[in-house]
Structure formats: C-alpha cells, structure tokens
C-alpha cells in the first residue's frame, strides 16, 4: 500500500480554471518533493519544501507543507494545456545516514481542456 | 551534464528470457534508485544505493531481480528469468547529498515480456 495518500487521482478541468492536488502522509515528513511526468517520460523535479509552513511558487504553480509536515498541496493557477501530466509527491522516508529513501505517491492524472 | 542515462529505451523479450537494464546515473551524486512503474501500482522503489552500496532492496519483488552498482558510474537491474507480469516502465533515479536533494530520473526503459 502507499505509503502517500494522492488527491484525486484524476482531474479534468477546463482551460483557465484553477486546481489544487493534495498529498498526505500519516507520518512526518522529512521532506516532500513534487514532480510531474509527461506521458511516456521520466519525472521532472517541480519543487521541494521542508519546512512546516513553508511554501514556494514557480510560475504558475504553488506548492505549501502544512504546519505538521504530513500534508502538502500543489495549486496550479490559471491551468493551461501544458499543464497536462501526471503529478507526482515524494517523500524522503529517512534512510539515516545512509541518504534518503525516496517514495512516491499513487499521482494524480491531470487533464487540461482547451 | 546529459542527466542519468538509461539503457535501453525500449525492450521486448520472451517470457524466461535474462532482462539487463542499465543505467549511468549524473557525475558526482551518491545516491541511485531504481523504480518500477505501472498503471496498477504506480511508481514504486525498488532498490537504492549509497555509495554503490544497497541501502534497501526490501522493494525488490522476487529473487528473480537483482541489482548491481559496480562503481559510482554504472548500475544495472536483471530480471531472470523473466515473467509477463515484470512488463512496466523501469525508471533510474540519482541524486547527491545525504537527504532532501533533488533526485533527477532517466528517461525509463519500457519493458515488455511476451
């Protein structure tokens, strides 16, 4: 079973519509990452956050950690084609000073209507 | 710097065949993972290395897999002997640093057992 619970696992929304992807832990998380994967490709980094209450933004993407550590959300803004993807969270499970472990969650398939 | 490379992109092999998968993780990151991913399990870990040494394999499905690191440059995942069921996308991971870095993915090999 996943380890990171994903919220929803697909989404389809109409151009220009704004859209949040949850992503939640039932442990502290050392650190949460967020990636997209385009059908058929390998994953691209979009963020990392690993601070409670911490959150950063890249274009039109925003990702927060809650104070806790064990939920995180990814808000896209004015979402557009391009957008389109899987969208994945990871967590760093805390392989000690062996490096991290980093396991992902169930994604979440976006679709973006023109 | 070419990102990790993998090798093959694609492979498609007879049931009980011998499978190598390949992989040459960024110049100067410590630490390599290996994935499976598939529509009904989505993307799960396999093995990691640190310092070409496994840290968990505890994700490895069966005896039949089997994962090497020779040096800091090379990695490879047999399956032998392989079974229909092994038919996903492989994908390898490396990153630098002992926790919250980054793990940058190769492109994947889609393997298919006939």
């Known amino acids: 079973s996943q380890e990171l619970e994903q919220s929803p696992q697909s989404l389809i929304v109409q151009e220009g519509k704004n859209l949040t992807i949850n992503c939640t832990s039932s442990k502290t998380l050392y650190g949460l990452y967020w990636y997209k994967q385009k059908y058929g490709e390998g994953l691209i980094f979009l963020m990392m956050?690993?601070?409670?209450?911490e959150e950063k933004s890249h274009e039109k993407i925003t990702a927060k950690l809650d104070e806790k550590k064990q939920q995180s959300s990814l808000h896209i803004t004015a979402s557009q084609p391009s957008h389109a993807g899987i969208y994945l969270c990871?967590?760093?499970?805390?392989?000690?000073?062996?490096?991290?472990?980093?396991?992902f969650g169930g994604g979440t398939r976006l679709m973006v209507k023109p | 710097d070419a990102g990790v490379i993998q090798s093959p992109r694609h492979e498609v092999t007879e049931m009980g065949q011998e499978v190598t998968l390949r992989c040459k993780p960024i110049s100067g990151h410590n630490s390599l993972f290996w994935y499976r991913q598939t529509m009904m399990r989505g993307l799960e870990l396999l093995i990691y290395?640190?310092?070409?040494?496994?840290?968990?394999d505890s994700g490895m499905p069966e005896d039949r897999f089997s994962a090497k690191m020779p040096n800091a440059s090379f990695s490879t995942l047999k399956i032998q002997p392989s079974e229909p069921r092994d038919s996903a996308v492989y994908f390898c991971?490396?990153?630098?640093?002992?926790?919250?870095?980054?793990?940058?993915f190769g492109q994947g090999t889609r393997l298919t057992v006939v």
């Open positions: 956050l690993q601070k409670g209450g």
């Open positions: 991971a490396s990153s630098k640093g002992l926790r919250n870095t980054e793990a940058f």
């Open positions: 990871g967590a760093d499970r805390g392989g000690g000073n062996a490096g991290n472990m980093l396991t």
């Open positions: 290395f640190n310092n070409n040494v496994p840290i968990d």
